[in-house]
């Protein structure tokens, strides 16, 4: 295993991370139309997720011997208020983080347990927000 380029992915990772919190937490705010307090609640929920697995890549980024990045992935702060456009944007991020854990599993061995499962579960539960939001979609 590539220390420095798991690193380096991992941190990546955690930038994504800080803008999903941050942009699930706005449109919880932000929402307007029918039911805005349940989706409002599943958004700040999802936002926690998120936090979480920040919280497990710091972790294991300091395990490795690494850095966390303080960094924002800036291209991942979409604004958006109505419930059509919130589902279309994190429907849209969770498919690209989905996508990003996968590459990053790939890239450790399986004897890296404790790195493995915690990539493992955070790509997990990317799946289950995915879920949860295509359910949403009318
Ligand atoms: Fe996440
Ligand atoms: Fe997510």
Redesign the pocket.
């Known amino acids: 295993m590539d220390r420095e380029k798991i690193l380096t992915v991992l941190n990546k990772a955690l930038a994504q ?1 800080h803008a ?1 919190f941050i942009r699930y937490k706005t449109h919880a705010a932000v929402i307007t139309g029918p039911y805005v307090k349940p989706i409002s609640e599943q958004l700040d929920e999802i936002a926690e ?2 936090e979480r ?1 920040a919280r497990d890549l710091r972790d294991r980024i300091t395990g490795l011997g690494g850095t966390p990045t303080m960094e924002v992935t800036e291209a991942d702060l979409i604004p958006a208020v109505t419930l059509e456009e919130i589902l279309r944007v994190n429907i849209e991020e969770e498919k690209k ?1 989905i996508a990003l854990y996968q590459e990053i599993l790939d890239m450790i061995p399986r004897e890296q347990r404790l790195l493995y499962e915690t990539i493992e579960h ?1 790509l997990q ?2 799946q289950e927000h995915l879920e949860e939001l295509q359910r949403l979609q009318s």
Do not use: R
């Open positions: 991370e999903c997720d998120e697995h983080a955070i539960d990317e």
